[in-house]
């Protein structure tokens, strides 16, 4: 049975929204011109508590997913805003402007490849909802991914486990349903290098998850490479958890504990044989490892104030070319 809607949205937020609907759908756009438009057609056929807007993000899309988007603009019977970046920043880049311009009371962030059957976003926003959970995310039975993108999200997950404070175990998948609330504080973050996850759990730790169906990939392949998954790693890693300093700090005195005892062996050998010892290889080892645990430190020094430089002479998140919204988001807004 359902729980009253008074129960089931954020204190002061009306079953219509913060600003006029119940759910407005995120999606980054990325080599989607074969797949957004069956997306967007699942997706007027939804009815959600409140009403329905999509937030479609064009994040410099290389084919013509923009003549396609600006085309729903002109035929979706939905509430659309087309949002075109000026360029491709990733897709954490894309879902921040998304958020920043949805108005929902929840809002769900999801992928165009049509992998998360439309049919689920109720599911997942209705759970929310009635739950009163802050955030909600997805997991899956059976992943339709290739191996090696597998291991990679178990890879981030692990890791993600170690250096943010979020429920162990909990998977973080890019479908995801976040209150009004998260929203608006996620979306006040203005660095280049948001991990939209990291920033959630500085938010808050009322969150669950639910299982639902993945699909396998309509067409094409994915649009994360290793390189692009090794970066959101070191958004991960570098922008919401001191942890990678303080590693280093631990090898730095591991390595300084190791060579103060094998100085104390080289001198004691040297007492006792009264002979100058010959150990080529053993020095040569120490050096090496020793110079290799350097570079690493320093290494993840530079990422820190690399970023840090960057984020101070001010590259932007994201630049937004132009924007359209269609007649039925204008009166949606005009309500």
């Not at 059957?117 to 599911?123: F, I, Q, R, T, Y």
């Not at 004691?268 to 010959?278: C, D, G, H, K």
């Not at 998140?317 to 009166?331: H, P």
Request: hydrophobic share 45%.
């Amino acid at each position: 049975m359902n729980a009253p809607l008074s129960a089931a949205f954020p204190v002061g937020v009306s079953p219509a929204g913060a600003r006029g609907v119940g759910l407005s759908i995120v999606v980054p756009v990325y080599r989607g011109a074969n797949t957004v438009g069956r997306l967007v057609a699942a997706l007027s056929e939804l009815h959600p508590v409140g009403g329905l807007e999509v937030v479609l993000v064009n994040d410099g899309s290389p084919d013509n997913s923009g003549e396609v988007c600006r085309e729903l603009v002109r035929t979706a019977t939905i509430p659309l805003i087309y949002i075109e970046h000026a360029r491709n920043y990733g897709e954490h880049n894309a879902v921040m402007t998304g958020l920043r311009h949805a108005r929902g009371a929840y809002v769900i962030t999801m992928d165009d490849d049509l992998q998360n059957p439309p049919e689920e976003v109720l599911k997942l926003y209705d759970h929310a909802r009635l739950g009163g959970w802050d955030v909600v995310y997805t997991r899956y039975a059976e992943k339709k991914h290739a191996i090696w993108r597998n291991l990679g999200s178990q890879f981030a997950n692990k890791v993600a486990d170690l250096l943010l404070d979020k429920p162990k175990g909990l998977y973080l998948s890019s479908f995801r349903c976040m209150s009004a609330m998260v929203v608006r504080a996620v979306a006040r973050y203005r660095g280049p290098y948001p991990y939209v996850d990291g920033l959630i759990m500085e938010v808050t730790q009322r969150i669950d998850s639910i299982e639902v169906h993945h699909l396998p990939r309509v067409e094409g392949r994915s649009n994360y490479n290793l390189r692009r998954l090794v970066l959101l790693w070191l958004n991960l890693a570098t922008s919401f958890s001191l942890a990678p300093l303080r590693v280093a700090v631990f090898a730095g005195a591991l390595m300084a504990l190791l060579g103060t005892i094998g100085a104390v062996l080289v001198i004691a050998e040297a007492l006792i044989t009264q002979a100058t010892p010959s150990g080529w290889a053993s020095t040569m080892t120490v050096i090496l490892l020793v110079s290799g645990v350097q570079s690493l430190i320093l290494g993840i020094l530079g990422e820190y104030v690399g970023r840090t430089f960057l984020s101070a002479n001010g590259k932007p998140q994201g630049t937004i070319r132009g924007m359209e919204r269609n007649d039925a988001a204008r009166k949606q807004e005009a309500a």
